[in-house]
């Protein structure tokens, strides 16, 4: 099911953290957990295997900045709020690719962030928001529910038990280039964000940095991602009213916040 897999990654880069969000969430999947980490794990060989679209940043070459993103990501995991730390593989992998502000997480926890996105942000706590944000995507198993819920129990059913018609499979492939994670589970991966980072040394509402860049810096053109959704306001909003409502007192030193990371900036080509 190479294709289905190849327009599953499309849908994922294009929708990723940035749909805004609102309603609430079905959590019915039919996959089970060795779905999700199956789906992760060929979706990263496909990825590799197409260096022209997903360049990616060879750690041996970085390992500077492999060694910061990696530092971020155990700290989330360390505080014992994910639901699948042990489960998936929570692989990092930096897209070199200045122009897109995005990142993504892939079913089984396969993290892609973007330099662009990197270079973008001010501080740490801005991308502790956004990996929190990703991983929760994985974590809550948004993509297979989506898929759950695209294509229906029984259709499903069949892809498991391996008695799909080539006919379904196509259609399966068509459709999942328009899968895209639903505003409730926008909204529940805002809110497990910063549930992840309350109990790290980063602030909690990290992950409504960009948001807030966004509105500030009042661009007339705003990212793609953004131009078809409403304002995100009410998203910044949210954020900061889960950190309050959690009482998280995160606030790292200025050398953590700010001066270490324009050193990783500084780390990437």
């Known amino acids: 099911m190479k294709k289905s897999l190849t327009l599953l990654l499309i849908a994922l880069s294009v929708s990723g953290m940035f749909s805004l969000s609102g309603c609430k969430k079905s959590g019915f999947n039919v996959f089970t957990i060795e779905d999700d980490k199956n789906f992760g794990a060929q979706m990263e060989t496909e990825i590799a295997a197409t260096p022209s679209e997903y360049p990616l940043l060879s750690p041996s070459q970085y390992p500077a900045a492999y060694s910061y993103l990696e530092n971020i990501k155990q700290q989330i995991l360390n505080g014992g709020k994910l ?67 695209q294509y229906g129990l029984s259709v499903l059913v069949s892809i498991v038990e391996g008695t799909t018609s080539a006919g379904q499979l196509a259609e399966i492939a068509a459709g999942l280039s328009t899968l ?51 304002s995100p306001d009410n998203r910044i909003a949210n954020i900061h009213n889960e950190k309050n409502t959690l009482g998280c007192n995160g606030s790292p030193s200025s050398q953590i916040e700010v001066n270490d990371y324009a050193a ?5 080509p």
């Open 83 to 149: 639901q699948h730390a042990s489960d998936f593989s929570w692989k990092l992998h930096i897209i070199q690719d200045d122009a897109t502000l995005n990142a993504f997480c892939t079913p089984g926890g396969y993290i892609y962030v973007y330099s662009g996105l990197i270079k973008y942000l001010d501080n740490a706590s801005s991308l502790a928001g956004v990996l929190g944000h990703e991983m929760a995507h994985a974590d809550q198993r948004h993509s297979t529910q989506q898929m759950t819920k």
């Open 180 to 230: 895209a994670f639903s505003r409730a589970d926008e909204t529940d991966a805002d809110t497990h964000s910063v549930i992840y980072l309350c109990p790290t040394q980063y602030r909690a509402d990290g992950a409504a940095d960009f948001f807030q860049k966004i509105v500030d810096e009042g661009q007339p053109q705003p990212p793609a991602f953004l131009s078809t959704h409403p």
């Open 264 to 268: 990783f900036k500084a780390s990437l």
